[in-house]
C-alpha cells in the first residue's frame, strides 16, 4: 500500500491560514481517490474534504465549504489542503487518506492513512 506522510501542521490565531501537505511513496498517488480528515480530541474522526483523480470533482464537508480548498498535483504525488479563516473549531489532528485502489471513492472507503498533522487556532 502507499505510505502518505503529512506536513505543515501549526499553530495560528483565529482567522488566519494554514497549508497542509501530503506526499504519497509510490506513483499509484495518480490513481488513487484523496481526502483529508480531522479529529479533534473526544470527537470522531470526520471527513473534511476529497478529491477524485481527476483532480476535480470535489467534496467538502459543510464546516469548511467556502474556507478550506482541497487540491492534488499528481506530478508530485502530492495532495494540498488550504485552510483559510481559521477558527478556534478547526483545532484538530489532521489526517491525510487515501482509497485503495479500485474501491469507489467514498468516505468511508478511506482505509490507507498519514501520520497526522495537528493544527491548532487560537482564540
Known amino acids: 500500500d502507499v505510505q502518505l506522510v503529512e506536513s505543515g501542521g501549526g499553530s495560528v490565531q483565529n ?8 506526499t504519497a511513496s509510490d506513483d499509484t498517488f495518480s490513481r488513487s481517490c484523496m ?11 470526520e471527513g473534511v474534504a476529497v478529491v ?17 480548498t482541497i487540491s492534488r498535483d499528481n506530478a508530485k504525488d502530492t495532495v494540498y489542503l488550504q485552510m483559510n479563516s481559521l477558527k478556534p473549531e478547526d483545532t ?3 489526517y491525510c487518506a487515501a482509497v485503495p485502489l479500485g474501491t469507489l471513492c467514498r468516505w468511508e472507503n478511506f ?10 487556532v487560537s482564540s
Open 15 to 22: 482567522g488566519g491560514s494554514l497549508r497542509l501537505s501530503c
Open 52 to 68: 477524485y483523480t481527476d483532480g476535480v470533482t470535489i467534496y467538502y464537508a459543510d464546516s469548511v465549504k467556502g474556507r478550506f
Open 35 to 45: 481526502g483529508w480528515f480531522r479529529q479533534a480530541p473526544g470527537k470522531e474522526r
Open 92 to 94: 484538530a489532528m489532521y
Open 111 to 120: 482505509s490507507i492513512w498519514g501520520q497526522g498533522t495537528q493544527v491548532t
